[in-house]
């Protein structure tokens, strides 16, 4: 088997302060898909892409997805890094995309340096750009495979869905704060020092906080070191082990880890629309019905629509916070039934009542398709930013659940093949430093050394190839984006065939699409809604496995 040295840890005095150091790089992470998904779409649109064409770039999202987080999560399963198996990727990741984010704020001015011809420069700036942005996911994907990672393996089993809980609350906080830093007019707040636009502005925000937050992170954990792994004759020795070894666990993926990534599959058909496009939706949908003629003829029209998204998405914000802390009080943990929780006997009757009516993780995450389906059909009827806000405020909670619970299940999952949470399973705190638990098998505590020979037949608490599996659930997210993607070209190419008469005022009149028939990005919200409730019955198959 393999063999291990140390234990995991989190420094901190309670469980909240280790959850969120844990969890803390989520914000960064988060922080950078917002500032992504508000402003990367007008941008693109201002510098005279069409929609088609520019729904074409955020094949970005899904081929690095695709790619990046099963692969990463592989190779990080097997290193023997003397700092761990996923903080080294987490550091290297983030820096990496910090780079790359300050490329795309600046891609003018980097452009311009070389080519001084503002017209003859157009093209290059656009692939310049676009570049950027494949660069900016497939490093920040990177980040995301190994932190979700290091959530599993340090964190025994009873204690997944509170991790996932956290991760959560601190994505609904880096959402907030992305949303609420574009609803700032920041160059007026803080002049030009970190440039001249808002969204150069908030692209230096987002590289410094995901470098800060991933740091922090990086240094409260310590990571369990892997000595040397185990050799399985069924995989490859030669340059496509990392490949094979990700088939081969496709192939046999057990009966609920498949089902768990099937209703991902279809809720994530409609997500990937609403995250892409729905605030620029909201900017347009405010251009065409709401706004005056002198907010029409702004000087930075790209920074308007970004504002009006980013002030709906603020209230957005403030219900999935909230929801990031209620909701997990208020469902039922997955792993409920193998786990049994002593709370105060003062309060043990009055709970004892409560949790007879607290719904399972699983309902939770139906009502939550369906509430997003709900909400997203009317998408086509909005024809006011104020609706449009309601309907995207409606998937706060929705979305709260949407990326929390896929993460919770398959954790549980995870840990169970490695043996955990067995009726002979017991707890120990590290120290009394860190009272994150692990898990003794048969009441025995682990060595420091794991016997490379066996002895202690049992494998450890922590899932080995969770960088595995949570690649494999991440692949089951991109094909949907792929699919999206297809969609929304054809969508886009059909309805909107030209460019964007609320951002490209560079073009000529002639060049840009009309304004008559309903919004194509509407459209698209409408038929994600129609997978979405696909992926209630989807889901409901893990009720019956």
Same mark, same amino acid.
């Given at each position: 088997?393999?063999?291990?040295?140390?234990?995991?840890?989190?420094?901190?005095?309670?469980?909240?302060?280790?959850?969120?150091?844990?969890t803390l790089n989520t914000v960064g992470i988060t922080f950078v898909w917002g500032?992504?998904?508000?402003?990367?779409?007008?941008?693109?649109?201002? &510098? /005279?892409? $069409?929609?088609? *064409?520019?729904?074409? !770039?955020?094949? +970005?999202?899904? @081929?690095?997805?695709?790619?990046?987080?099963?692969?990463?999560?592989?190779?990080?399963?097997?290193?023997?890094?003397?700092?761990?198996?996923?903080?080294?990727?987490?550091?290297?990741?983030?820096?990496?995309?910090?780079?790359?984010?300050?490329?795309?704020?600046?891609?003018?001015?980097?452009?311009?340096?070389?080519?001084?011809?503002?017209?003859?420069?157009?093209?290059?700036?656009?692939?310049?750009?676009?570049?950027?942005?494949?660069?900016?996911?497939?490093?920040?994907?990177?980040?995301?495979?190994?932190?979700?990672?290091?959530?599993?393996?340090?964190?025994?089993?009873?204690?997944?869905?509170?991790?996932?809980?956290?991760?959560?609350?601190?994505?609904?906080?880096?959402?907030?704060?992305?949303?609420?830093?574009?609803?700032?007019?920041?160059?007026?707040?803080?002049?030009?020092? &970190? /440039?001249? $636009?808002?969204? *150069?502005?908030?692209? !230096?925000?987002? +590289?410094?906080? @995901?470098?800060?937050?991933?740091?922090?992170?990086?240094?409260?954990?310590?990571?369990?070191?892997?000595?040397?792994?185990?050799?399985?004759?069924?995989?490859?020795?030669?340059?496509?082990?990392?490949?094979?070894?990700?088939?081969?666990?496709?192939?046999?993926?057990?009966?609920?880890?498949?089902?768990?990534?099937?209703?991902?599959?279809?809720?994530?058909?409609?997500?990937?629309?609403?995250?892409?496009?729905?605030?620029?939706?909201?900017?347009?949908?405010?251009?065409?019905?709401?706004?005056?003629?002198?907010?029409?003829?702004?000087?930075?029209?790209?920074?308007?629509?970004?504002?009006?998204?980013?002030?709906?998405?603020?209230?957005?914000?403030?219900?999935?916070?909230?929801?990031?802390?209620?909701?997990?009080?208020?469902?039922?943990?997955?792993?409920?039934?193998?786990?049994?929780?002593?709370?105060?006997?003062?309060?043990?009757?009055?709970?004892?009542?409560?949790?007879?009516?607290?719904?399972?993780?699983?309902?939770?995450?139906?009502?939550?398709?369906?509430?997003?389906?709900?909400?997203?059909?009317?998408?086509?009827?909005?024809?006011?930013?104020?609706?449009?806000?309601?309907?995207?405020?409606?998937?706060?909670?929705?979305?709260?659940?949407?990326?929390?619970?896929?993460?919770?299940?398959?954790?549980?999952?995870?840990?169970?093949?490695?043996?955990?949470?067995?009726?002979?399973?017991?707890?120990?705190?590290?120290?009394?430093?860190?009272?994150?638990?692990?898990?003794?098998?048969?009441?025995?505590?682990?060595?420091?050394?794991?016997?490379?020979?066996?002895?202690?037949?049992?494998?450890?608490?922590?899932?080995?190839?969770?960088?595995?599996?949570?690649?494999?659930?991440?692949?089951?997210?991109?094909?949907?984006?792929?699919?999206?993607?297809?969609?929304?070209?054809?969508?886009?190419?059909?309805?909107?065939?030209?460019?964007?008469?609320?951002?490209?005022?560079?073009?000529?009149?002639?060049?840009?699409?009309?304004?008559?028939?309903?919004?194509?990005?509407?459209?698209?919200?409408?038929?994600?809604?129609?997978?979405?409730?696909?992926?209630?019955?989807?889901?409901?198959?893990?009720?019956?496995?």
């Open positions: 088997m393999s063999r291990w040295t140390g234990q995991p840890s989190v420094v901190g005095s309670t469980e909240a302060m280790r959850m969120a150091l844990l500032v992504e998904q508000t402003y990367c779409t007008p941008y693109l649109l201002s &510098l /005279g892409l $069409t929609k088609s *064409k520019t729904s074409l !770039v955020w094949i +970005a999202g899904p @081929l690095s997805g695709l790619i990046v987080q099963p692969i990463v999560g592989a190779l990080a399963d097997e290193s023997t890094s003397k700092w761990g198996r996923r903080r080294p990727f987490i550091v290297v990741g983030a820096i990496l995309s910090a780079l790359c984010l300050l490329t795309l704020g600046f891609t003018k001015e980097i452009v311009g340096y070389f080519i001084p011809d503002e017209k003859a420069a157009q093209t290059l700036t656009i692939s310049t750009a676009v570049m950027a942005i494949y660069a900016v996911d497939f490093s920040i994907n990177a980040v995301m495979s190994a932190a979700r990672s290091l959530v599993v393996d340090t964190l025994p089993i009873e204690k997944q869905q509170t991790g996932s809980a956290w991760g959560s609350r601190m994505s609904a906080i880096g959402h907030g704060i992305a949303y609420a830093t574009g609803a700032v007019d920041l160059p007026s707040l803080l002049g030009t020092a &970190l /440039g001249d $636009t808002q969204f *150069k502005q908030l692209t !230096v925000i987002a +590289a410094l906080g @995901l470098v800060f937050t991933c740091g922090v992170t990086v240094w409260a954990v310590t990571e369990r070191i892997l000595v040397a792994t185990r050799h399985d004759p069924r995989k490859d020795d030669g340059g496509f082990k990392v490949v094979s070894q990700i088939w081969f666990t496709i192939v046999n993926l057990p009966p609920r880890i498949r089902a768990i990534c099937m209703a991902q599959f279809w809720a994530w058909i409609g997500w990937f629309p609403f995250l892409f496009y729905s605030t620029t939706w909201i900017g347009e949908t405010y251009f065409r019905y709401d706004a005056a003629h002198d907010a029409k003829d702004s000087g930075d029209a790209l920074g308007e629509i970004g504002r009006v998204g980013s002030e709906a998405f603020i209230i957005y914000s403030i219900i999935t916070f909230f929801g990031s802390w209620i909701l997990p009080m208020v469902i039922r943990s997955p792993d409920d039934e193998s786990y049994t929780r002593r709370p105060p006997q003062s309060l043990a009757s009055t709970l004892e009542r409560f949790n007879k009516y607290k719904p399972d993780l699983l309902t939770a995450w139906m009502c939550a398709h369906a509430t997003f389906a709900g909400a997203m059909l009317f998408a086509p009827f909005a024809t006011s930013f104020r609706f449009a806000t309601i309907l995207v405020c409606l998937c706060g909670l929705p979305w709260n659940i949407a990326s929390w619970a896929p993460s919770a299940f398959l954790g549980v999952e995870v840990n169970k093949l490695s043996g955990a949470g067995g009726p002979n399973a017991s707890y120990r705190r590290l120290s009394h430093d860190s009272n994150v638990e692990l898990e003794e098998m048969n009441g025995v505590s682990s060595p420091t050394l794991l016997d490379p020979e066996g002895s202690h037949p049992k494998p450890s608490t922590t899932g080995q190839l969770s960088g595995v599996y949570f690649g494999i659930l991440n692949i089951y997210t991109t094909i949907p984006q792929f699919i999206g993607t297809i969609l929304s070209t054809v969508i886009f190419s059909i309805l909107e065939p030209g460019k964007s008469p609320e951002l490209a005022h560079n073009a000529h009149p002639d060049e840009h699409h009309g304004t008559d028939g309903p919004n194509a990005i509407s459209v698209c919200l409408f038929i994600g809604a129609c997978s979405a409730i696909v992926a209630v019955f989807a889901t409901r198959r893990l009720r019956y496995l």
